[in-house]
């Protein structure tokens, strides 16, 4: 998920599972502090921030935003980081909690199948996996999930597939275990709280 941002001239990619709705949601407070974010996804807003680095940095309309914002010197470009298996864990959590259609769906699709089948109608199961169970599954389908060239999910992907850290030029890296302290303290340190 990426923050693109001309007033503040600053770049924020925080990938699925690494604090992306919470950046969106300061983000958010920053020019709507009066409004509850009611909807992220609502392309008439001013500014378009829920998208992937595809459809947003690379849309013809947006070329020459995405250019500056990439590349020029003064753009604060910020990448969010989460420790890799608290991410899988936490992504584990969310998708496989019972009632997530794409917890469901990637049963399907794995060799998961009847454990989800038998954990759904199990009321005292609150997943349909176990965390053990999708970690055995996410390693043993690697390989043919590889050859689809593609994750079950954008959740699981690698943080690397899905903000460049080598390809553009970071001003910080946010870790999100620290991100309560980090974040205020490089907004304020870029001048980036200041009026707009």
């Given at each position: 998920m990426w923050v693109q941002d001309l007033k503040l001239d600053l770049l924020i990619?925080?990938?699925?599972?690494?604090?992306?709705?919470?950046?969106?949601?300061?983000?958010?407070?920053?020019?709507?502090?009066?409004q509850d974010?009611?909807?992220?996804?609502?392309?008439?807003?001013?500014?378009?921030?829920?998208?992937t680095r595809n459809a947003l940095l690379k849309r013809f309309k947006n070329g020459k935003i995405s250019q500056k914002l990439l590349t020029s010197a003064s753009t604060t470009r910020v990448v969010v980081a989460r420790h890799p298996i608290i991410r899988f864990w936490s992504a584990w959590n969310q998708k496989f909690l019972k009632g997530q259609q794409i917890g469901w769906l990637i049963c399907k699709q794995s060799r998961l199948a009847p454990i989800c089948e038998r954990n759904l109608n199990n009321s005292t199961e609150t997943h349909l996996?176990?965390?053990?169970?999708?970690?055995?599954?996410?390693?043993?389908?690697?390989?043919?999930?590889?050859?689809?060239?593609?994750?079950?999910?954008?959740?699981?992907a690698r943080q690397l597939d899905l903000c460049p850290l080598c390809q553009l030029r970071q001003a910080f890296v946010l870790k999100v275990e620290d991100m309560n302290e980090e974040i205020e303290a490089i907004l304020n340190d870029q001048q980036l709280l200041k009026e707009h």
């Open positions: 990619c925080a990938p699925y599972k690494s604090a992306s709705s919470a950046i969106r949601f300061w983000w958010w407070r920053h020019y709507h502090s009066e974010p009611h909807d992220f996804w609502n392309k008439n807003e001013d500014h378009d921030w829920g998208q996996c176990s965390f053990a169970e999708w970690s055995d599954a996410f390693v043993g389908d690697a390989e043919r999930w590889k050859m689809k060239n593609r994750v079950p999910d954008p959740h699981f």
